[in-house]
């Protein structure tokens, strides 16, 4: 006899592992994402509060993410929503330029270049690990075109963060629900909820 409420739906969001490296190739550490949407313009993944980040002794994230890689791009920004659902800040990696996985691939991988950028939507910044990049540029020899790029889009997304422009600009600023890992997405609830928060969804 079937039974009901025990088993998650078989058309819930695709589950990934990332992979976050630095330049050597070393590994900072893994944790898991859920894949909301994916264009060719920018790849939208669920972090449910709860998730475990496997570094060192690892750790529990105690807010909801939404995280946000822009193919070819230097950069990646994860959006920190608080218990109410309120986009508190966006904390901003500095990136090797990066490639999305193969369709069906489940594994992530991304290229973390040290500099960080703290974006709120007062447009307050700040910058952070400038001596851990400099030191990393010494460490692991970034190329000099390395250096550039990895100055210049910090630059230009801090200029961004100010105005709330650019890839800020496509943020949603506060969540509809917080079970986003655990909805069908072939309903109505799905595409609502993707139309509530402003993302594109995939083509199907």
Not at 142 to 170: C, H, N, S, V
């Amino acid at each position: 006899m079937p039974t009901h409420g025990h088993h998650r739906a078989a058309n819930t969001p695709q589950r990934v592992q990332i992979y976050k490296r630095k330049y050597d190739g070393s590994l900072w550490g893994t944790f898991s994402m859920y894949v909301l949407s994916a264009t060719p313009e920018r790849v939208v993944y669920w972090q449910p509060r709860g998730t475990r980040i496997n570094r060192h002794s690892g750790w529990t994230m105690r807010n909801d993410h939404i995280r946000f890689f822009y193919p070819g791009r230097w950069y990646a920004i994860a959006a920190n929503y608080k218990t109410e659902g309120l986009l508190h800040h966006c904390y901003c990696d500095i990136i090797a330029p990066w490639q999305p996985p193969a369709p069906g691939d489940t594994n992530v991988s991304f290229i973390d270049l040290e500099l960080d950028l703290h974006a709120e939507p007062n447009g307050r910044i700040a910058i952070h690990d400038e001596d851990e990049f400099d030191q990393a540029v010494i460490d692991m020899h970034y190329p000099p075109d390395i250096q550039r790029e990895a100055q210049a889009t910090l630059d230009a997304l801090a200029a961004a963060a100010r105005k709330w422009e650019g890839p800020f600009a496509g943020i949603p600023l506060q969540l509809s629900r917080y079970d986003l890992h655990l909805i069908d997405t072939t309903t109505p609830a799905w595409r609502e909820m993707l139309a509530s928060l402003g993302i594109d969804a995939p083509a199907p």
